[in-house]
């Protein structure tokens, strides 16, 4: 106990050495400063709003001052060091989250290397995160919340995970087509058993889900691997009366399918009207593809091109738009009809409140339909007698009347 010296002792009576309370006084601030240090070595921020490289140290704040000037290690975060990811941070290299460490990613984190987590606090994704990895993530066998996302998580290498739980929200991508699982590994409550690997690799969403769920997000991992199906050098639409003419040129296709043309309203809920085949599956000469699209609605129209790759994968174009003038009308037919329906088309965008109401030639409504696509067939409520009868149609922004005829 070289601390303590002759001259802060003090004796009972008796004359023995009685050195007790000055050693409370001097060992309780030694075990708590040692205490601080082993079990809450301090956090990590890095600068919000910044696209910088990890090893660079002026972008970390650091919790105490005695901390070092950057997350520890080359590439390992160990101890119980906590890393909070603001901004665009990338990882150059290989990352493991070992011991009590804990890394939240508030905005996003690439990782161009491996992920290997065995601290059982793990990586927790924050809802607006993104966690890229072009590499391999390995959770190692332990007990404790591996991955917690409430944001989105890119795995582009092998999936492994042998021990601890997994939430993932449903926006956890695998590239991996085979992933691995270990005893004691659990992922949204489902428990590896031996035998439900396929069970458990169901809770991963594919590369394909990442295309169609987040196509911008998927755009972006491509652009990191460098793994392009196309080369899209110019995508256009031009209008003539209700067609339009779309028109695109490629510098580049490889291991290339097919495009699929996709057109939506003002809702921007897209379907594909259309399917071209690629000219080639692997070429760097210029290519021009058209379609020609005849059933444009009047008003704005939004296209974008869907390619897919010969494995199924695909990306999207940037959207383009178009404005159709027509005049606007309703065609209803048959017309005379036999009574029991008929159809109504237009060649507007249908709007949330449009309907069509059927009277009879004295005014009185017989029945209201409400209209959700351009073409729709009304079936009428009760057979209609002979006659002559009002069909109207009402819009936010168009109404027409129509006689009907029922034979």
Known sequence: MGLFVSRHHSRKAGGKLNALPIMKKILAPVLVLISVVAFSQGAYTSQNNKTANWETAAIWTKQFSWMAAAPPGPSDVGGSYTANIYGVITRNGNLTISGSAVLNVYDTLIIKGNLTISSGQGVSVQSGGVLIVLGNLTSTSSSGNKLNNNGNVVVTGEFTHSGGEMDTHSRVYSF????????????????????????????????????SNNPSLSNYVNTLLGVMPIKLISFTASADHNTVSLNWVTGKEEGFDHFEIERASGDLIFSMIGSVKGMGYNTDDEHAYSLEDSNAAAGINYYRLKSVDLDGSFEYSNIVAVTVESSKTISVYPNPSNGDFVNVSTSMNISDNTWVTIFNESGVALQRTQITDRDTRVNFTNHLTSGVYILKYTSPDFNQVVRLFVK
């Not at 659990?186 to 690799?201: D, E, P, R, W």
């Open 176 to 211: 991996d087509t085979t992933p691995t699982f270990g005893w004691g590994s659990s992922v949204n409550g489902v428990s590896y058993n031996g035998n439900n690997t396929n069970g458990m690799a169901n809770q991963l969403k594919s590369k394909a889900n990442l295309a």
